[in-house]
């Protein structure tokens, strides 16, 4: 009776704010959206009004503010969803109107991947043989290896996949556990998962210029985190972290490694961090190390003289990105770790019959068939021409830049090449390029050539011409690259 008298009182006050359509309700009075305009050599067409972008203040390294330039609102030009009339079945207006926004979108898709430099994907690949599976809804929710009673999945081409990690990590495969993720943000939150169930009383330790997503786990899991210096180069300053762990030798150390960083591409010294843990006195009972190799960690297998990432260090976990040097469609990943470690995560789930110790549960089935699909086309032959070729691209978008006198770093063991931030934000959203206070970034991936790079210097060297046409002076970035690789006026 009670729950009875609770369910009127609810459904009068849900009546009270909610209008119910009625019958008279006429569908046709909603007004149809205008079609979105196609963007034209890199900018939006002249018509539309342009939106300005959204300007905020963060404090930077030395404690002073310095101005953020944040992306214009969506809102300002999002497509409503809106009713079909009445007589849509007879007319097919509604079809024709979605067909011509999706006609113009993929005009516009076209047109910005044609100036795509800033951001680590790989737009270089054909997928036309799996449209065929594009019909059904496949989801490998749960363990990859325990199959549940949802039988559309695509397990057998998951593990798979797994393998041939597993297999360029050195972890024999009765030894390893892992999983497709839904990005690599999700791979590094299980790294870190992992390593915070291992050692509960842990203190995270991670680079200044980790991914934002570790200082996003460490809030997540409420862990104690100890930021880390950086050298020039980006990579994590062992001496600070020796510093820091002196500091706190009482409690268990979980640490991200980084194999390739976000801005600089600069890879941490795995070998120099698992000394340093043993020389403050950590054994390998008291450590815990995800390596985060988001677009790097399958691009140092096969460069020469690399050092290597393997599961024969005591590491206990490593994720990659799916959607960046491999070249998925989608956001996805790869995470792999010690099947000795996940036994703290996983428990049995009646309702999937299956076990789950992932962190979304329900998982993109169409991934792992893309990233299958890609392994065996191109193997491990195929992926390092493709290294390579990024390689030697990157050296000359370096060199041309030094010789334009543009300030430019490039890593030893990166395809990601910084530089001074352009002073105009609309060539910075032009060319889609990262950007970090006075320094910006382009990622040489096999989907940028010579022809695409040349594009982007002589546009770059015109747009120059005219920002300091004043007799204004380039920043120096002697903080962000050092000396070496700085020739402003001051250090040229």
């Known amino acids: 009776m009670v729950g009875a008298l609770e369910s009127d009182h609810i459904m009068a006050s849900l009546n009270e704010k909610i209008e119910i359509l009625t019958d008279d309700f006429d569908p046709t009075a909603v007004v149809t959206e205008p079609l979105p305009s196609p963007l034209t050599n890199g900018t939006v067409a002249d018509h539309e009004e342009e939106e300005t972008p959204i300007k905020t203040k963060v404090i930077n390294g030395g404690g002073g503010e310095r101005e953020m330039v944040l992306g214009r609102n969506i809102h300002t030009t999002s ?33 910005r991947t044609k100036f795509h430099l800033g951001y680590p994907y790989n737009l270089d690949f054909d997928y036309g043989a799996l449209g065929q599976l594009q019909h059904f809804s496949i989801n490998n929710l749960g363990d990859p290896f325990i199959e549940s009673n949802y039988g559309v999945h695509s397990r057998p081409f998951e593990v798979g996949v797994l393998d041939w ?13 892992g999983y497709i993720t ?16 291992m050692f509960p009383d842990g203190i995270l330790y991670a680079s200044s210029e980790s991914h934002y997503s570790i200082f996003k786990a460490a809030r997540m899991y ?32 979980i640490l991200n490694v980084n194999i390739g960083t976000t801005v600089k591409g600069a890879v941490d010294d795995l070998d120099l ?20 190799g988001a677009l790097f960690g399958l691009m140092m297998p096969f460069v020469k003289r690399a050092p290597k990432v393997t599961f024969n260090k005591p590491i206990g976990s490593v994720s990659v990105s799916g959607h960046k040097f491999v070249g998925c469609p989608m956001p996805c990943g790869v995470q792999i770790t010690r099947m000795e470690h996940i036994k703290v995560l996983s428990s049995n789930v009646e309702y999937l019959a299956s076990r789950d110790a992932t962190i979304m549960g329900s998982r993109n089935g169409h991934a792992p068939l893309f990233l299958w699909y890609t392994l065996n086309r191109k193997g491990y032959k195929g992926f390092q021409k493709e290294v ?105």
Not at 284 to 290: A, V
């Open 165 to 177: 990690f597993a297999r360029l990590w050195e972890i024999e495969r009765d030894d390893y556990w």
């Open 79 to 111: 497509l409503a969803v809106t009713e079909p009339e009445s007589n849509d079945e007879f007319t097919g207006d509604k079809e024709a109107y979605m067909a011509s926004v999706l006609a113009r979108y993929r005009k516009t898709l076209v047109e």
């Open 388 to 492: 390579q070729k990024c390689l030697r691209n990157a050296h000359y978008l370096k060199d041309k830049l030094r010789e334009a006198g543009i300030s430019a770093m490039l890593n030893e063991l990166s395809s990601t090449v910084v530089f001074e931030r352009p002073k105009d934000e609309e060539f910075v959203r032009r060319w889609q390029l990262a950007c970090q206070g006075d320094i910006a970034h382009v990622v040489v991936m096999p989907s940028v050539t010579i022809e695409k790079l040349d594009h982007f210097l002589k546009d770059l060297d015109e747009h120059r011409s005219v920002w300091y046409e004043d007799g204004s002076l380039p920043p120096c970035l002697v903080k962000d690259v050092g000396a070496n690789n700085c020739i402003c006026p001051a250090h040229k």
């Open 222 to 253: 409420r862990m104690e985190c100890e930021k880390v210096d950086t050298l020039i180069s980006g990579e994590i300053d062992c001496d600070d972290f020796r510093r820091k762990l002196m500091a706190n030798k009482d409690k268990p150390a």
């Open 273 to 292: 961090v698992i000394k340093t843990l043993e020389e403050c006195g950590f054994s390998h009972d008291r450590f815990y190390i995800h390596c985060d």
């Open 182 to 197: 839904n990005c690599g943000t999700e791979g590094n939150l299980h790294g870190i998962l992992v390593g915070r169930e």
